[in-house]
C-alpha cells in the first residue's frame, strides 16, 4: 500500500520569510504504520507550503505529488488557518482519482470535523492523537474491512457528520516508536525555512517529551487531551542520543505544551543529557510554565545547554488570567524570566492582545509588564478566535460571529475583529506602541547583542532587529535615543524599501 502523507503550512502574509518544520505528527504517524506492516505500507511525507492568492500553484503542487507516489492512500493534515488549502488539496486528490483513499487529521479536522468533511469527499477523518487509530484504519484497508466503528474518527454520510467514540489516550508514551527522521529532508528544512526559534542554518530535531495538558486555557486546542502524559527521562535521551548519533543533530528543540509540569522529572532529564557528556544546545521555543520554575531548574537547563526559551504571559491582567483560565502567577513569572535572562538564556515572551472584554487599560498593563521584564525578546500576537473553543464560545455569547462564519484565514500577527472594549484601529495602534516601547531602548539592545551571538548567526540576529523595525512603523527620524539610532541605521534603511512592498508584524 502507497501513503502519501501532506502537511500544509499556511502562511497569511505573502512576503515574509516562513517558519516551517518537519511535521513530527506524520513522522510519528509513519513510523508506528512502518513498525506494524514492515513492507506492506511505502510512506511518503510532503509539506505543502501554502501562500495567499497561489490556488493554482497550491493544485499543481498537490497534482505532481500525486503523479509521482501514485497514492492508495492520501493522509492531509492542516491547521484551522489552512483550511482554504486544505479543501483545495481534498478537491484535488479525488478529482485526480476518485477511489484513492482520502483521510485528513490535525487541529482543523478535530476542532472543526463537521466543516472539515462538509465536501463529502473526506473518507475519514482521524481526531486527536492519531498513531493508533491511523494503524486500525490501515488494518482495516489492507483487509477491505469497513471502518466505520474505529474509534476516535468522523466521517461524512446522508446525516451528516458521524463521530464515533472517542479513541482513549496513549497512557504509555514510552511505547511509540521514535518519530521517523528518514523521510523528510533535514538539510532542506535547515537552509530554506525558519525554525520555531527563528534560526535558519542548522540542522535540528524537534522534541517531544510530554503529550496533554491539565490545564483548561480557553484559547487552546484540545488535540491531546487535558490528561498529562510524560516520557520517562530515559526515554528522552535515548532518542536524542539516536538523532545525535545518526544524523550528527546537536541542536534540540523541545515543543511540549508543559515541559515542565513534573519539575522533578524535567530536571532528571537535564541530569540525564549533562551526565551523558554530548555537547548539545537545546531550545524551548514553544515556551515552559513561568510560574513552575524553580533557580535550580533553570541552572540545570542551562548546564545541558539550553540557549532560547519562551515564556507564554499571554496578559498581564489578573482579570484577564482568570477570564481566559491560564491563572498564572505573573509575579513568579516575571522572576522566572529574570533567573532565566541571569542564566544567560536567551528569553522570548508571548503576550496576547484583544481577548473578550479587554480594555485598552489592561493591554496597557501587558505592555509595562513586557517592558519591565529582562525579556530580550517580545511577539505580540493578537489573538484568534478558533471554532471549538472555549473563547470562541465566550465571544458567541457576547454577540460576535453569530451571522457570519469567522474569518481565521489571518494568522496571529494580523489585527482582526473581536469581542474587546476598543476599536480595531486602537489595537493597531496600541500593538504599535507595545512594539516600540519594548524593542526601541538602549538597554534592550545591548542585552540582545549580547546574548544573541551565543545561539544566532549574524544574519538571523539582522532577522530579529529587522522584524522589530518593520512591524514598529517607525521611521529613523522618530527614533528619540542617539545610541539606538546607530545601533539600528542600516536595519531602517533596508525596512524603508522592504516596507513599501509588504506587511510585516511581529
Known sequence: MRILLIDILRTALEEVWPSVEHSLGLMYLAASLKRQFHDKVKIRICTLMSKPKQMDNDRDKVLKLLEECRPDVVGIRSLSIGKTPFHLAVETVKKWNKDCFLVVGGPYPTDDPEEALSQGLVDCA??????????????????????????????????????????????????????????????????????????????????MTSRGCPYRCAYCHNILGKKFRARSPESVLSEITFLHNRYGI??????DDIFNLDIKRAKAICDLIINSGMKLTFSFPNAIRGDRTDQELIDKMAAMGTKFISYAVETASPRLQRLIRKNLDLDKVFKAIERTAEAGIITRGFFMLGFPTETEEEVIQTIEYAKASSLCGATYFTVVYFPGTELYALAQSLGYFQKRKYGIQRDYVQVGDGPYQFSTETLIGLKKKAIQEFAFTKERIENALRLLPNYFTQREIDGFFMAYVVSSKLTLDEVKDEMVKRLLRRYFIIADRFSKKSEFYV
Open 126 to 207: 482521524v481526531l486527536g492523537e492519531g498513531e493508533t487509530t491511523m494503524n486500525d484504519l490501515v488494518e482495516r484497508l489492507l483487509h477491505q474491512d469497513a471502518f466505520g466503528d474505529i474509534p476516535g474518527i468522523a466521517y461524512w454520510n446522508e446525516d451528516g457528520a458521524i463521530m464515533t467514540e472517542r479513541r482513549k489516550p496513549i497512557l504509555d508514551l514510552d511505547r511509540l516508536p521514535f518519530p521517523d527522521y528518514s523521510l523528510v529532508d533535514l538539510d532542506a528544512f535547515s537552509n530554506q525555512y525558519l525554525t520555531f526559534t527563528s534560526k535558519i542554518y542548522q540542522r535540528h530535531a524537534n522534541i
Open 250 to 255: 546537536i541542536d534540540f528543540q523541545i515543543i
